[in-house]
C-alpha cells in the first residue's frame, strides 16, 4: 500500500515545522516547503505532523483516492 503526500504551496506559511520535523519528506523552497517525493509508505506519524500544520496545507490520501489528512 502506498500513500500520496503533497503540499499545497499556494497555502503553505512556510513555518517550516515539516520540513525540520521530516526532512526525508519535505524540503524548503524559496518560501514554502514541498515534498521530495510523492508517495510514501503507510505512516500515522506523518498523519499526526499534516494535522500539525498550521496552514492545513499537508494534503495526504491513500491508494483510493480518499482524503487521510489533514483530518477534521
Ligand atoms: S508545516 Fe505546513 S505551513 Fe509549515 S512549512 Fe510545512 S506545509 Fe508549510
Known amino acids: 500500500m502506498t500513500w500520496s503526500i503533497s503540499v499545497d504551496t499556494g497555502s503553505c506559511l512556510g513555518s517550516g515545522i515539516c520540513a525540520g520535523s521530516r526532512p ?10 514541498e515534498t521530495i517525493t510523492g508517495t510514501l509508505t503507510p505512516d500515522e506519524d506523518i498523519l499526526d505532523l499534516a494535522d500539525t500544520c498550521p496552514a492545513a496545507a ?3 490520501r491513500d491508494e483510493s483516492g480518499a482524503e487521510l489528512a489533514p483530518r477534521p
Open 24 to 33: 526525508d519528506i519535505f524540503r524548503f523552497h524559496g518560501s514554502y516547503a
Open 58 to 60: 499537508i494534503l495526504i
